[in-house]
């Protein structure tokens, strides 16, 4: 494994051989994209949409003491993050909507097609801790990725993980399937320290 893979690729890899298994088999991580079957019939791109800023306060919070006052760092960072602080213990995350995934989508459709590796095709796998994925959101959703993804190079599949679910958008057919992530996600968990599974993903 490269001392450069994200714990993302790793969760991403795991989740998708545990509920993809017949379409993936055994993912390899690589590089552009980041995970690939052995075949090279296919690559998945992982990106985390929780943003930087996001990231560096879950950092924050996880190095700082339990029930401890924050530091100014975490309450810069809340602001910036759009998280209301209301005590000295508790901190509330306003759920972000499911369009929040279309401007990533762009992005790495745009990286897809600055150049790869040559495979059969490209799947997406975004994650996310702060956006939703309400029913109502779905279909305008998958109507506004296929509307998107329209390149030399598109994806076929774009996973999203996020509100314990994971929905697939096949966007070759214009459909789309929800799977929950509970069982699934506290199997990996479990198995972390043997398999070196991030903590917090």
């Known amino acids: 494994m490269s001392k450069h893979t994200s714990p993302y690729e790793v969760y991403a890899k795991c989740m998708l051989e545990a509920m993809y298994g017949e379409r993936y088999?055994?993912?390899?991580l690589r590089d552009k994209p980041d995970l690939q079957t052995p075949d090279g019939a296919s690559g998945v791109e992982v990106m985390s949409v929780?943003?930087?800023?996001?990231?560096?306060?879950?950092?924050?919070?996880?190095?700082?003491?339990?029930?401890?006052?924050?530091?100014?760092?975490?309450?810069?960072?809340?602001?910036k993050c759009g998280i209301e602080y209301h005590s000295w213990q508790t901190y509330v995350i306003k759920p972000l909507p499911a369009a929040g995934f279309i401007e990533p989508f762009r992005i790495k459709l745009k990286k897809l097609n600055a150049g790869y590796a040559f495979l059969g095709h490209y799947d997406l796998f975004l994650y996310s801790d702060r956006h939703?994925?309400?029913?109502?959101?779905?279909?305008?959703?998958?109507e506004t990725l296929c509307d998107?993804?329209?390149?030399?190079?598109?994806y076929h599949y774009v996973y999203i993980d996020?509100?314990?679910?994971?929905?697939?958008?096949?966007?070759?057919?214009?459909?789309?399937?929800?799977?929950?992530?509970?069982?699934?996600?506290?199997?990996?968990?479990?198995?972390?320290?043997?398999?070196?599974?991030p903590d917090g993903v």
């Open 50 to 79: 929780n943003g930087e800023v996001f990231e560096r306060l879950v950092t924050e919070i996880a190095m700082g003491r339990q029930y401890q006052v924050p530091s100014d760092k975490v309450l810069e960072l809340c602001a």
């Open 148 to 154: 998107e993804n329209r390149a030399p190079i598109s």
């Open 162 to 197: 996020a509100d314990g679910k994971l929905v697939c958008f096949d966007l070759a057919h214009c459909t789309f399937e929800v799977r929950s992530t509970a069982g699934v996600r506290e199997k990996l968990l479990a198995g972390s320290a043997e398999k070196s599974l």
């Open 25 to 28: 088999g055994t993912l390899l």
């Open 132 to 142: 939703t994925l309400d029913e109502y959101e779905l279909e305008p959703l998958l």
